[in-house]
């Protein structure tokens, strides 16, 4: 990791099963704290299940690697400004983001033939006024988590659309010395170590 990157959130990567054709087409990044808003039980979803290495024992990752669980964090680059969305959480990391929404984690239905993006859907959303007929066309969905797939429950409930939130944060204009932040050279094993702790 640089040494200008603060990690922000730490969790397991997650992603519709690959059993399934349709729902979200990309991985997402799952706090272990999941939080929910409205407590009622969704049932036309997508799914969420935990991510794993499928990497067998090829010689490029070890061979214990193989069937575990997949680890994430969502990072911010201090010397830059960012915009972050938080699946499972309805509030930010801390103070120094400022919330612009919270929402529901969204994509297509999980038995559709080709899959989408994960979206995470204003929690109170705007329409198009006069186009309220069943057209059938691009459908959002809410999504629920797969206890059985990776996913710790609790936090997390089966039964219940999985939450969003997206932050943002300005750019600070300091100097990396201001910072008290060492660059750290991608040929020094041991400085990073030091430098990200």
């Known amino acids: 990791m640089h040494a200008y990157t603060q990690i ?29 808003n409205c407590h009622n039980s969704v049932s036309t979803t997508g799914f969420v299940a935990g991510g794993e ?3 067998f024992s090829v010689g490029v990752f070890s061979s214990s690697a193989h069937k575990q669980n997949t680890p994430c964090s969502i990072c911010h680059a201090t010397t830059r400004s960012s915009t ?3 699946p499972g959480k309805r509030s930010c990391p801390d103070n120094e983001w400022t919330f612009e929404y919270e929402g529901y984690l969204m994509s297509d239905h999980f038995s559709r033939d080709s899959r ?12 198009v006024d006069g186009e309220s007929a069943d057209s059938q066309g691009a459908l959002f969905l809410f999504n629920r988590a797969l206890c059985n797939k ?8 089966s039964n219940k659309a999985i939450t ?3 932050c943002t944060k300005a750019l600070r204009l300091k100097t990396p010395a ?3 932040a060492k660059k750290v050279s991608r040929t020094s094993p041991s400085d990073a170590t030091v430098a990200n702790r």
Do not use: H, K, R
């Open 8 to 36: 922000n959130i730490w969790g397991f990567a997650g992603g519709a099963p690959w059993q399934n054709s349709g729902g979200g087409g990309n991985y997402q990044c799952m706090v272990y704290d999941a939080e929910y």
């Open 53 to 55: 290495y499928d990497t």
């Open 84 to 86: 972050i969305m938080v």
């Open 116 to 127: 989408t993006t994960f979206e995470c859907v204003d929690a109170e959303p705007e329409y």
């Open 150 to 157: 990776g996913v710790p429950c609790p936090p997390y409930d």
């Open 164 to 166: 969003c939130v997206v």
């Open 178 to 180: 201001a910072l008290g």
